[in-house]
């Protein structure tokens, strides 16, 4: 892991560089997504050139994330913002037409993507995502929402592989232990919402990204159920993965 560390350390350092920026700003969620991806900022950038910004929606998020959350960042040394969500979302419902539950789940986490580009924006900083190469591969995500950033510091480590550098970076172990959430609502969890363990989705998506096929991966014993379910997540998803399609008039 220490390989790896040092590598993704470089990578922030050039793309800071090349683009001529020294400050980064990341939400902060309290889970370990974005706490591998803040520790991450932090010792490639410095402390203090990262700015956090901790968006809970009150009634939904779990005061004991908020609290992870903000406990990391006082102790990395992090200069944090607390926006609470809710008022954002009020007028959302006020909408000519009734906004459907889906609507009004993904536009929290563009609200929050929102407010943190207005920051980026106002202080001439980089976004840092917090997007994992599980959730990148299957499409997990809001498109334009969580999905956005400038630089994906952990997008090419699988969920599994992202624990396994948390500890090595001595993370608390609140941040290992916990069920990975996006607290879309009461409740939700990752992997109830996608129908297995992220053990089983990396161990399925490590041999996709060798060229298996469903029919290979069912001949090798995995359960079809998953395989099929899968492969149907990276197909209806992948729109959200690349730039608007654009008409070519010539």
């Known amino acids: 892991m220490h390989n790896i560390y040092t590598k993704i350390l470089a990578e922030i350092h050039k ?133 956005a950033a400038d630089i994906e510091v952990i997008g090419d480590m699988l969920k599994t592989d992202v624990y396994k550098l948390a500890e090595h970076l001595g993370l608390p172990d609140e941040f290992l232990t916990k069920a990975p959430s996006a607290e879309l609502y009461p409740g939700q969890t990752d992997e109830e919402e996608l129908g297995m363990s992220y053990k089983e989705m990396d161990m399925i998506l490590s041999q996709v990204e060798k060229g298996l096929t469903k029919d290979n991966l069912i001949d090798k014993g995995i359960n079809p159920n998953l395989v099929h379910k899968i492969f149907r997540l990276i197909d209806i998803n992948q729109h959200k993965l690349h730039p608007p399609h654009l008409i070519v008039l010539n």
């Not at 309290?30 to 956090?52: F, M, P, Q, R, W």
């Not at 407010?115 to 924006?121: C, G, L, Q």
Request: with cysteine; hydrophobic share 45%.
């Open 15 to 147: 793309y800071f560089k090349t683009y001529g920026f020294e400050k980064a700003v990341i939400g902060v969620s309290g889970g370990i997504d974005s706490a591998v991806s803040l520790k991450l900022a932090v010792d490639a950038l410095g402390a203090e050139n990262v700015t956090a910004l901790l968006m809970p929606e009150k009634g939904i998020s779990l005061e004991e994330n908020y609290m992870h959350a903000k406990t990391l960042c006082q102790f990395l040394k992090v200069e944090f913002f607390t926006i609470p969500l809710n008022k954002f979302l009020t007028d959302f419902l006020a909408l000519p037409w009734k906004p459907s539950d889906l609507a009004q789940i993904n536009v929290k986490a563009r609200v929050r993507m929102s407010i943190i580009y207005n920051f980026a924006n106002t202080k001439n900083a980089l976004v840092i995502g917090t997007s994992n190469k599980t959730e990148l591969f299957l499409g997990y995500g809001t498109k334009y929402g969580d999905l």
